[in-house]
């Protein structure tokens, strides 16, 4: 495991771990969007979309680094315009949305989705939805861990996916 990935917290009382300590090291934090945006350095892409909330943060400092945009993809309700919604259930198995504002994007606009944590891929999912019905192409999902399962695997064939995150 990178030396980074150490920082973040494996004792926590979810199935979830805590990321942030990672984010909070400046070295540690560029070492992981180096890496994060390593495997599409060499396609072509316009902008980064990134999940609400910890996807926000991955996601606009990829999108600094590499001088693209940055398009916000909401919990369902927060957007106080016109917007495209998409329901899923999550991995606790509640049902949510996310939404992502009307003409966000353009058709054709070629986009690289970041979250921070892929469980089931249901949220990621419900992300691309949004995404290509506006016209976006999703060119890859760019995340810190992909579990695996046979959602994530379809979405594994369908995507460029990549994680950095390998238990040891």
């Known amino acids: 495991m990178d030396d980074y990935l150490r920082l973040i917290d494996r004792h926590t009382q979810r199935r979830r771990y805590d990321v942030t300590p990672l984010f909070a090291d400046s070295q540690a934090f560029s070492a992981l969007v ?95 939805e949004l995404l290509e019905k506006q016209g976006g192409i999703v060119i890859g999902v760019a995340t810190i861990n992909m579990e695996e399962n046979a959602v994530t695997r379809r979405l594994r064939d369908k995507y460029h996916c990549h994680s950095v995150w390998r238990d040891d």
Do not use: H, N
Not at 36 to 60: H, N, R, S
Not at 95 to 103: D, F, P
């Open 34 to 128: 180096e890496d994060l945006i390593q495997p599409f350095a060499k396609i072509e892409f316009d902008c980064v979309a990134g999940i609400d909330a910890l996807g926000f943060i991955l996601g606009t400092a990829i999108a600094v680094r590499l001088e693209k945009g940055f398009v916000p993809i909401r919990k369902g309700g927060k957007l106080p315009v016109q917007t495209d919604t998409a329901e899923f259930v999550d991995y606790t198995a509640q049902r949510k949305s996310l939404e992502l504002r009307i003409g966000a994007i353009q058709a054709g606009t070629r986009v690289l989705v970041v979250d921070e944590w892929v469980e089931t891929a249901a949220q990621v999912q419900a992300a691309i």
